[in-house]
């Protein structure tokens, strides 16, 4: 199946397959507990998240932009990719076995809001920045440079099937690391927060190291990893973001990535907020998200298996990709109606003020858990299937500008609305209304662009493939 390797295809792919399967496990772990940390932990709050992603993620991801670009004109792929998962889980051992324990020391002995916010918004920006930098652009970066479009097309759906897994296994193991059992058997803290983030982050160490050796494995069934990039490909930031600019394929692939953070994160953070209230304790409110996880990953594998290839190969690309902008609009306007309209909500389906809260959590699951599932399985491999139609050159540069700023301008920029909208409504649960029909406005917009560049890149072999 894939011509450019150098051994079997079955070896290759499952070094690909175990090496995204283990990227997601640990990215769905630290999902679960940045969001603890900024919301439940001790100094949270729901309201953290639009600051953390404004004045937090957005510079990191600028900067991790320019960093890659200027590190992959310089050393092969395969070197930066280590170097930055070596950053990565050395910053999360440190975190929760040294650093973290001792601000909530210091935080019984004195009042330390400041240090906890700082040290939650740290570990925050570095769990938000592990997908776009290690999986996004360096691992699938590899994939991309080295598949065919037909290749491409057999190999995403089984790979994102992986990472689904992945995820899978991390919401039982979320729940579990964050069990009373655990820190009753093996203690490694008197506060059992403190011992469940020490064991997770153990976990996310471990699992780094393996994904370390298979990496290796994997560069060596690829060409061109031991070296840096050829000439043809040496570019800086600045020249990828002037290609971005030129190509309106790109333009309209950013907007889509950059409008679809904002719909869905804006709805997050007022599902969160529910979340908060239902689950005040941060182990609580970590094992939710661990179910949450579980749940999500359970759909995401039964449309990667029984949709997913059958939507890639035989349906049209601006058919599939245009299924995500739909979904959102929605399971966000479902949402919305009910969070916005409780006497409405209430009196029509005759819910009682506990009984409208619950519906409200089941309802903001819904939409992370499809939503998701739909745009890691559909969506996802749609938008690298348009990068694998560039040339090889052009690729990186595409993936450098949407995955690690579109995507993170698109948080900052609905975080910054957010916080517009929480200050004038006067707090979060206030700001529903005018957050909804912003929110809504952007699912139109995905819609009309997801449209357009079908149309834009319509007979580049992105049309159903026969079998």
Request: aromatic share 14%; proline share 4%; hydrophobic share 50%.
């Amino acid at each position: 199946m894939f011509k450019t390797l150098k051994v079997s295809s079955v070896k290759t792919f499952t070094l690909m397959f175990s090496i995204i399967f283990l990227l997601n496990l640990n990215y769905t772990i630290l999902k679960s507990v940045r969001k603890t940390l900024a919301i439940a932990a001790p100094g949270g709050t729901a309201t953290s998240i639009p600051f953390f992603e404004l004045f937090g993620v957005l510079p990191a991801a600028i900067f991790m932009a320019w960093f890659l670009s200027k590190i992959l004109k310089k050393y092969s792929l395969k070197k930066v990719f280590l170097f930055m998962l070596f950053l990565f889980t050395t910053f999360f051992i440190l975190f929760a076995g040294i650093y973290y324990p001792k601000l909530i020391l210091l935080q019984e002995k004195i009042s330390t809001p400041q240090l906890l916010q700082f040290a939650s918004m740290s570990f925050y920006v570095m769990g938000e920045l592990w997908k776009p930098a290690l999986i996004q652009i360096l691992f699938l970066g590899l994939i991309n440079y080295n598949l065919t479009m037909d290749q491409a097309k057999s190999v995403y759906p089984p790979l994102m099937l992986g990472a689904s897994l992945g995820a899978m296994l991390a919401g039982p193991l979320t729940v579990f690391c964050n069990s009373k059992l655990l820190w009753t058997l093996f203690p490694l803290s008197i506060n059992i927060w403190n011992h469940s983030l020490i064991v997770m982050m153990s976990l996310v160490f471990i699992t780094g190291c393996i994904v370390a050796i298979l990496f290796q494995s994997l560069c060596k069934y690829f060409k061109n990893t031991e070296k840096s990039y050829e000439k043809e490909k040496k570019f800086s930031l600045k020249e990828a973001v002037s290609f971005f600019k030129n190509s309106r394929p790109l333009k309209l692939m950013g907007w889509i990535v950059f409008a679809d953070y904002i719909a869905y994160s804006l709805a997050e953070v007022l599902f969160l907020g529910i979340l908060k209230i239902k689950y005040p304790l941060p182990q609580d409110y970590c094992t939710f998200m661990g179910h949450l996880s579980s749940w999500h990953s359970a759909l995401t594998i039964l449309l990667a298996i029984v949709v997913a290839p059958i939507c890639l190969r035989k349906i049209k690309w601006v058919t599939c990709a245009i299924i995500l902008p739909v979904g959102l609009l929605v399971s966000e306007g479902v949402f919305f109606f009910f969070l916005c309209q409780e006497s409405l909500a209430s009196k029509l389906f005759n819910l009682t003020h506990s009984q409208w809260l619950t519906a409200l959590v089941f309802i903001g699951s819904a939409l992370f858990c499809v939503c998701r599932a739909v745009k890691y399985t559909i969506f996802d491999p749609c938008k690298e299937l348009a990068f694998v139609s560039m040339p090889g050159a052009d690729r990186m540069k595409g993936k450098l500008v949407i995955d690690g700023l579109c995507a993170k301008f698109g948080k900052g920029a609905s975080s910054g609305a957010a916080i517009s909208l929480i200050s004038i409504s006067g707090g979060l649960m206030a700001s529903a209304s005018l957050t909804g029909i912003i929110a809504i406005g952007i699912c139109l917009s995905l819609i009309i662009s997801t449209d357009r560049l079908g149309a834009q890149l319509n007979g580049k072999q992105l049309n159903p493939v026969s079998t």
